[in-house]
């Protein structure tokens, strides 16, 4: 197993959130909300951070991305009733799945000894 697929094994939390900032990005010409203005661009901006914070954990870990993705999580959560939007089904279940995966996710991260890809022990 080569470092670079040693990296990806022990933070593949990260390669996933990667994975939910793509999705989020392309959801709004997924799910048919790109003509709403506030919500796409909610999508494609918090998107793009989501991916550039998930790989910059992948290439560089650093453990204040794995609590700035937490936090983004809980807005990709609670964003579609703070946009009005909670009333859109795909809207709601697309952010409410990423936004609970992007907490999980980071946090678990954030608890890994990334050196060695297991949890680090509390004594």
Excluded: C
């Amino acid at each position: 197993m080569t470092n670079a697929e040693r990296k990806l094994a022990a933070r593949w939390q990260d390669v996933v959130n990667f994975l939910l900032g793509l999705w989020f990005f392309i959801s709004p010409w997924v799910l048919g909300f790109g003509d709403t203005k506030l919500l796409a661009t909610n999508a494609w901006v918090f998107g793009i951070i989501i991916m550039g914070l998930a790989l910059g954990a992948i290439l560089a870990y650093r453990k204040w991305e794995e609590w700035l993705e937490a936090a983004i999580g809980v807005w990709v959560f609670v964003s579609p009733w703070v946009l009005g939007a909670a009333s859109n089904p795909r809207v709601l279940a697309s952010s409410i799945i990423v936004g609970a995966l992007l907490v999980i996710l980071a946090l678990w991260s954030a608890q890994i000894d990334h050196g060695q890809g297991r949890l680090i022990s509390k004594s």
